[in-house]
C-alpha cells in the first residue's frame, strides 16, 4: 500500500474497494490496512479527521458500491456495520431482538464502561491528556450538519448525548452559548428542550452542588 501524498504519514488506500482499516496494533485496533500511528499523532492530521473527525483509531472506510465510501468510527459502531453488511446469517449480531439487544447490552457495556476505565490508567501513561475534547468535537459535528448528530434528522445518536452535555456543561462550568454554540443551539432545538435536571440548578460553589447531588441521590 503506497502513500498517496495525502496524509503526512499515513498511507491511504490505492485501490478503493471493500472495508479499508485505519487503526494500529492497540487493545483496540490491529495492524491491517492503513496504519495510523498515534504516538506519533497522527490521528490529528487534517486527512484523517476527515474520517474520524473524534480523532481516534480505528476506523473504517466502506468503498463497497452499496455503501459509497461510508466512514465509520467507533469500534462498537464499526462491528455493527460489518455485521449488519457482512454477516448475512446474522451469526455475528443476531437477528431476533431478545438476542440482538444482549448481543448489544454487552458491545456497549465494553465500549462505554470496560474501556474508558482501561483507558483512564493507560492513555495518560502513554499519550498524555486527550487533546479533542468531546465538547469541542460535537460542537463542530454540529456546526457541520446544522441539525442532529446523524442521519439528517433526531435519532438514538442525540437522545444517547442529552444527559452528558448537560452534566459536562455542569461539572467543566461550560458556557455554551459563547463557547460552543452549536451545541447550545442543539439543546435548544426543539425535542431537546428538556428541563434540566434539578440538581444543576442548586446555587453555589462546587462542593456546595456535590453535596446537594448527593443528598438528593
Ligand atoms: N471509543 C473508541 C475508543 C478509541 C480509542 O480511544 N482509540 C485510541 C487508541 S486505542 C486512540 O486512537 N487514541 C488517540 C487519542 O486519543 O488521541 C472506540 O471504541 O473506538
Redesign the pocket.
Known sequence: MANDGHGAGIAFPEDKQGVHLYSMC????CEQGSRVN?LKGQ??EPQFLAINPV????AIVDFDADHNGLKV????AILCHIADTRDPEHKLLPRDPCQRAEALSWLFFH?STL?PIA?TVS?PLV?GA???KSQGILDRRLGDTGGWLAAGRYTIADIAHLGMVLLLKYILGLHLKTDYPHLAAWLDRRGMNVPEPCWLLVEGPREEKMAAIRERA
Do not use: A
Open positions: 492497540s487493545p483496540n485496533g498515534v490521528q490529528r480523532g481516534k483509531i480505528p468510527f467507533e469500534s462498537g465500549t474501556v483507558q492513555v499519550l486527550p487533546s479533542l
